[in-house]
């Protein structure tokens, strides 16, 4: 879209009759069509937000930091590595993610 600015700074061609108008004018002075460019919106770029695929949520539902021993389910401190009751390893420690 450059062909536009090559005019007189801040004038602009309108796209329906090609009469340039000057920078001030919101609309052609001709045929009142808008001028380009003043009202598009901006294409907001579409992110598209991750769905899920992050750690089973069920885990951080405890207090913080405290994990659930899988093997029997003994509620753990979070600085405790391996389960009180049956040494089970502490769930997320290893790259085991299931
Ligand atoms: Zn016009
Ligand atoms: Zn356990």
């Given at each position: 879209?450059?062909?536009?600015?090559?005019?007189?700074?801040?004038?602009?061609?309108?796209?329906v009759?090609?009469?340039?108008?000057?920078?001030?004018?919101?609309?052609?002075?001709?045929?009142?069509?808008?001028?380009?460019?003043?009202?598009?919106?901006?294409?907001?770029?579409?992110?598209?937000?991750?769905?899920?695929?992050?750690?089973?949520?069920?885990?951080?539902?405890?207090?913080?930091g405290?994990?659930?021993?899988?093997?029997?389910?003994?509620?753990n401190?979070?600085e405790?590595?391996?389960?009180?009751?049956?040494?089970?390893?502490?769930p997320?420690?290893?790259?085991?993610?299931k």
């Amino acid at each position: 879209f450059g062909d536009k600015f090559k005019q007189p700074k801040g004038s602009w061609n309108c796209s329906v009759c090609l009469l340039q108008n000057k920078a001030e004018d919101s609309k052609c002075v001709a045929c009142q069509s808008e001028k380009p460019g003043s009202s598009v919106p901006v294409t907001s770029s579409s992110v598209s937000a991750s769905s899920g695929g992050f750690l089973d949520l069920d885990k951080f539902k405890m207090p913080e930091g405290s994990w659930q021993c899988e093997a029997c389910l003994v509620q753990n401190k979070a600085e405790a590595a391996k389960c009180i009751a049956c040494d089970s390893a502490k769930p997320g420690t290893k790259a085991e993610l299931k």
